[in-house]
């Protein structure tokens, strides 16, 4: 199981990014994937999760009518599409799996990616 994120960088207030979240060695009909992100000294929150029990998407309040999680037709492949980017956004984003049927992302989650970096500048 490998998870490689992409497409984060530098962005200013108000802009947008779509990361990527490319998958190997599982599929979203199998696993629980979810969106992550932490900002330094602080705890790693979850931004999203696909669930691998009904497919339905979850997110968390501050993330909900700005960003946008989906996937491939494949489903080996996530995105999480970021609007209205603001200053608070900075952080590491990480994608992350968990192999069973889960209405919602576990609490603890098996497998992560290296993340990427987003920074929003003022």
């Known amino acids: 199981v490998q998870l490689v994120e992409s497409g984060g960088g530098l962005v200013q207030t108000g802009g947008s990014l779509r990361l990527s979240c490319a998958t190997s060695?599982?599929?979203?009909?199998?696993?629980?994937i979810g969106w992550y992100r932490q900002v330094p000294g602080k705890d790693r929150e979850e931004i999203s999760c696909l669930s691998s029990f009904d497919g339905r998407i979850h997110y968390a309040d501050f993330a909900k009518g700005r960003f946008i999680m989906s996937s491939d037709a494949a489903k080996t492949t996530a995105y999480l599409q970021m609007n209205r980017l603001d200053p608070e956004d900075t952080a590491v984003y990480y994608c992350a799996s968990d192999f069973g049927k889960y209405r919602r992302c576990p609490r603890v989650m098996d497998y992560w990616g290296k993340g990427t970096r987003v920074t929003v500048s003022s």
């Open positions: 060695g599982f599929t979203f009909d199998d696993y629980a």
